[in-house]
């Protein structure tokens, strides 16, 4: 990382130095939380999780070279240097924030109910293709995540793609003051965290927190065919960017056409021209993320041709719309994590596959008290898009079967819904006893998407479906 010293550090979270004072010269290379990641002059922070206190560890990192570590707890008279602060995850933030104000780089901001890390890596990809980017990796959008994404960025990379998740009101506030954006994107504004959000006004208000603390001469990008996006004014004067699949959005897509499994050819339009690309990855949903990039690629100064290839580079990662070749079946490993309209669009991209298609659903977290009729309506779309077996895991699955029925039903009567009539409905309690009757419901050839909240754990089921056949 940058050059940033321990008497800055200590400064920057209002922190006190203990140790030798020749010593508060010296500079970190890294910022680690995790003590096994520890390395020769790295900063270590203590945090205190759930079930392990980093203070217990702090001997270890420092006899593996550490320069420095930040404890909340009086060390005594200790041989090595150490920081102590009121709290380690606000002297994390602290000096995650200072240390971002230190670099001229570019951020593009990423936020929205829907679509975050899939628009990440349409986003990533598209600006790769002319400059140096650095992105969140995995699951480091919040609090904890995205200040060690922060610490990741070196002098090398010119453009941070940082995606800003949160599920409560002042959490995007605490985001944003860290990562500074320059170009703020929103995808949309469905009903994710609307338990403790309580309203998609309530949502909209959270997410749209990230604009207090961009560039004031900055770029908002928002999904113009969003309802909620299409009206929001933002108070600091700037005027939204508009992408969606509606003409009168200054970014949109015509000539949709989907390739299957193999993805979706469209011709983008913007301000000034128009070009031709091919989304590599399947689902109507990609279209959106490629003209968010297409948007963002623009405010940063790309061409048409360094934007279509980077919208057909990008490829899937672990978790998201993932197309895996097992030994017994064709996987769309999406379970990194769920809810309602990501849960639909997924049964959208499963309907293409022109084998036996199979859904295994499980629970979606935090949707509040509608929760089991949102389940309810996940099982009737699946129904109505035609998949040939439904398989629903989990205590609030049951109501993705229920819904599935009555869809059944309600297609009965259709003359195009004979997929619908025919399908296999099996509702298993836990994944245990999915295993048991795997055998049972599957066939050699089957195309399965496997998708629930991460709470689910359900890259289980992916490793065993990639694997060898379940014996009973």
């Known amino acids: 990382m940058k050059h940033m010293s321990l008497q800055e550090i200590a400064a920057a979270c209002s922190g006190i130095y203990h140790g030798d004072p020749a010593a508060a010269s010296r500079e970190v290379s890294g910022v680690v939380i995790d003590s096994r990641k520890a390395e020769k002059d790295c900063l270590f922070i203590a945090i205190k999780g759930a079930r392990v206190d980093g203070h217990t560890f702090i001997p270890q990192v420092m006899e593996k070279g550490a320069l420095c570590s930040v404890s909340e707890q009086d060390l005594g008279d200790v041989d090595y240097p150490y920081i102590r602060v009121e709290s ?8 995650a924030e200072h240390y971002r104000r230190s670099l001229d780089i570019k951020v593009v901001g990423i936020s929205g109910s829907v679509g975050k890390t899939s628009t990440k890596e349409m986003i990533a990809s598209v600006l790769s293709q002319k400059y140096s980017v650095l992105k969140t990796e995995g699951n480091f959008n919040n609090e904890i995540g995205l200040p060690l994404t922060v610490f990741n960025i070196r002098e090398e990379h010119e453009i941070a793609v940082l995606e800003m998740g949160i599920s409560n009101f002042g959490e995007m506030t605490r985001l944003a003051r860290i990562a500074r954006p320059d170009i703020c994107v929103f995808t949309n504004i469905g009903v994710a965290h609307i338990e403790s959000l309580g309203s998609r006004d309530g949502i909209l208000k959270a997410k749209t927190e990230m604009i207090d603390y961009m560039n004031p001469e900055g770029t908002v990008i928002m999904n113009g065919d969003d309802d909620k996006l299409r009206g929001f004014t933002p108070q600091n004067g700037l005027s939204p960017v508009y992408f969606g699949l509606d003409a009168s959005c200054p ?21 000034s021209s128009s070009f031709d690309a091919h989304i590599s990855i399947p689902g109507s949903h990609m279209v959106y993320n490629a003209l968010a990039a297409t948007a963002v690629g623009y405010a940063l100064d790309m061409t048409d041709k360094e934007i279509a290839a980077g919208i057909k580079a990008n490829v899937p990662i672990a978790g998201r719309n993932n197309l895996i070749d097992g030994s ?35 629970d979606m977290f935090e949707l509040g008290p509608k929760e089991k009729e949102m389940h309810y309506n996940v099982g009737q779309h699946a129904a109505e898009k035609g998949i040939n077996v439904l398989i629903c895991i989990g205590d609030l699955s049951a109501e993705i079967a229920k819904g599935a029925e009555a869809g059944k039903t309600s297609a009965a009567g259709q003359s195009d819904a004979a997929d619908s009539i025919n399908m296999e409905i099996h509702y298993y309690k836990t994944k245990a006893d999915f295993f048991k009757n795997a055998d049972t419901v599957l066939n050699d050839g089957d195309t399965i998407l496997v998708k629930a909240s991460h709470g689910m754990e359900f890259p289980e089921i992916v490793d065993k479906l990639i694997g060898e056949k379940q014996t009973s």
């Open 328 to 362: 017994h079946y064709t996987v769309i490993d999406d379970c990194y994590n769920a809810n309602p309209a990501s849960m639909k669009s997924s049964l959208d991209v499963l309907a293409y596959a022109d084998t036996r298609t199979v859904a295994i659903l499980g």
């Open 88 to 95: 380690c995850e606000q002297a994390l933030k602290d000096i």
């Open 251 to 271: 970014y949109h897509a015509e000539q949709i056409t989907s390739r299957g499994l193999k993805g979706t050819d469209a011709h983008f339009v913007t301000p």
